[in-house]
Structure formats: C-alpha cells, structure tokens
C-alpha cells in the first residue's frame, strides 16, 4: 500500500539556519502531496502542496519540489525562525477505485532555539 | 468561511463508558475524516464519510464507528472506552470528489482542512 517515510528528528536548530527535512513516499496512482504543520494545542494546518512532478510548493518561506525519479518531497527553509517550532508532516494523497487516500508520515518536530 | 470544527475541545471519561464526538466541517466540504493522534503511534486513520456513506477505513476495532448527517456534519463515536484510547481525535474536512473524476491524471487535488481537534482521557 500507500506509505510515507520522513525523518523523525526532533531536529533541533538555531535561529536563521538552513532546515531540510526529508520525506520520501511509495505510492500507485496519481499521487499529490502536502507538508501540513502542527503548532502546539492546534490542528494540523496545511503549509504547501504540490499536484504533479516537477511542481514546486512554497509558502511562508516553505519550499518543496515533487521529485517524482526519486519519489521524494523534502521540506526546505533558507532560515528559520524561533516561531517554526512546530511539528511537520509529510503526506500524500492517492486515488484508486474506491476514493481517496490520505497517508501521512510519521512527522517531524523542530526545535528553534534564539 | 469557518473553518472546521470539533466539540467538545476535552473530554475526560472513565473506562467502560462510551463517547461521542462531533465534526462540523467547511460548507461545501463533503468529506469528513477522523484520526486519532497519540504520541506513540502518531497520527492513524480511523475513517472517511463521503456523501453520508462511509468510503475507507483504518485498522481500528469496531468499537471506533461514526457515521454522517446529509448536512455534512460527522460524530463519531466509541463504546467500551479503553485507556488506551487518550488521543487527541482529528476530524478533516475536504471537497470529496466522486470516482470518475479521482480517477482522471491530474485531477483535482483534495486537501484535508483540519480542527482543532478534541482532546479524550480516559481514566
């Protein structure tokens, strides 16, 4: 079936560094994917998606390429901030005879420290 | 537009009994799915509603059910409540498409909005 595997950290970094956060996904179908955000006490919130290979999702700084040769989605940030502390999920959306899929990775949680 | 949401935001029940919790989501969104969230086995699919009819279906026991109004609004409910069911419960709400066009290449994309979500200890 359908998977998505991410780094689980928790990735600790300082303020204004580089932060990429792996996620590799096997699916069937015509996948999209999406990097949701967890702040603490809340929801998830969706911060970017991408629809097909080679799109490129961005937001709030936030950027992800949908690689479909090497069937990944890494979440990238030029510098970080203390208010990226959060958890981060990568999931795909998948189709097949029935509906649709929602698989989501494990999630990763940030630390920013000032 | 609201957003989704879930009441109640907590809840504290002692084992044996059961729980109701409901789902209002954005209008027009007619799929509604729930998951539990715990820190030890993240975040699990329990199901989807689409059009009042349950569409898919995560590994949880049958004690975990739900079941949709033809407003859109979902609850869901868990009987004979186990410790092991603490959680934070996730209800998403999405446009829902029918088969045909879930099947086309590059369809449209359905992503899930999320409450707030409501937070169960069972005792």
């Known amino acids: 079936g359908d998977s998505v595997t991410q780094m689980e950290g928790p990735v600790t970094l300082s303020e204004e560094a580089f932060l990429t956060i792996n996620c590799t996904y096997t699916a069937t179908g015509y996948p999209s994917l999406f990097w949701y955000v967890q702040y603490p006490g809340e929801g998830l919130q969706l911060l970017l998606k991408a629809t097909k290979a080679d799109d490129k999702g961005s937001n709030k700084g936030f950027e992800a390429t949908y690689r479909k040769e090497t069937t990944s989605f890494h979440l990238e940030k030029g510098s970080v901030q203390v208010s990226d502390s959060a958890v981060y999920f990568c999931?795909?959306?998948?189709?097949?005879?029935?509906?649709?899929?929602?698989?989501f990775g494990p999630g990763t949680r940030l630390s920013v420290l000032p | 537009k609201a957003g989704v949401t879930q009441t109640p935001r907590y809840l504290i029940k002692t084992r044996g009994q059961q729980v109701t919790l409901s789902c209002s989501p954005i209008s027009g969104h007619r799929s509604v799915s729930w998951y539990q969230q715990t820190p030890g086995q993240g975040l699990q699919f329990l199901f989807e509603?689409?059009?009042?009819?349950?569409?898919n279906k995560g590994n949880f026991p049958g004690r975990f059910s739900g079941r949709q109004f033809s407003n859109s609004r979902s609850e869901m409910n868990v009987s004979t409540l186990e410790l092991g069911d603490s959680a934070l419960y996730l209800c998403?709400?999405?446009?829902?498409?029918?088969?045909?066009?879930?099947?086309?290449?590059?369809?449209?994309?359905?992503?899930?909005?999320f409450g707030p979500g409501t937070r169960l200890t069972v005792l």
């Open positions: 509603y689409f059009s009042e009819t349950q569409r």
């Open positions: 999931a795909l959306s998948d189709r097949d005879n029935y509906g649709q899929n929602f698989v």
């Open positions: 998403a709400s999405s446009l829902g498409f029918g088969r045909s066009a879930l099947l086309t290449s590059g369809g449209p994309s359905d992503e899930q909005f």
